[in-house]
């Protein structure tokens, strides 16, 4: 099976299209549910530019992380799905997680030239892939804290790009 190497942060991303098999390779942050809608927050009162970390080309993968391992979670959870805008305009390209999402979600990621890849829910595999964990903020949430992750190599499937949606296709 021939995958896409995606090295992480992108700047620019590649040529990608809804269904394409990818690898996602380098640094990635991972959050969800508790520390995404806070990480918002502090982007939109400014007060996120002080922690010193850059979101611009990141990856923003919709995972909790604990001794036991990385997995995605649902992305179209409404408090993920209320944070892929305000990550947009702070400068990340890349989210990685699992679900459909809603069409005005897939709309704005196609403005901001944003990618939605799904990952399989096999948490031994991306465990195995994981170089490097560290509590980067909100530690107080535990393993819903926003953390920096460094993956040896993710796989995905371009679920959303450009506004198009593999949710959207017919099934043939």
């Not at 995972?63 to 997995?71: E, P």
């Not at 209320?82 to 979600?105: M, Y």
């Amino acid at each position: 099976m021939d995958f896409k190497v995606l090295e992480l942060p992108a700047m620019h991303l590649p040529n990608l299209f809804v269904g394409d098999r990818i690898m996602a390779k380098g640094v990635v942050f991972a959050g969800r549910d508790a520390v995404l809608p806070k990480l918002c927050a502090a982007i939109k009162d400014n007060s996120f530019g002080s922690s010193g970390i850059d979101l611009s080309g990141a990856a923003i993968f919709h995972t909790a992380v604990s001794d036991a391992g990385i997995g995605p979670t649902s992305s179209n959870k409404v408090e993920l799905e209320e944070s892929f805008l305000p990550l947009c305009e702070a400068g990340v390209k890349v989210f990685l997680g699992k679900g459909e999402l809603h069409a005005d979600t897939v709309r704005a990621l196609g403005d901001y030239g944003a990618v939605y890849i799904v990952v399989p829910p096999v948490t031994a595999l991306l465990s195995k892939n994981m170089r490097s964990k560290e509590c980067v903020t909100y530690p107080e949430l535990g393993m819903e804290a926003f953390w920096r992750l460094e993956l040896d190599g993710c796989p995905g499937i371009v679920a959303s790009v450009g506004g198009d949606s593999i949710f959207e296709r017919d099934v043939q």
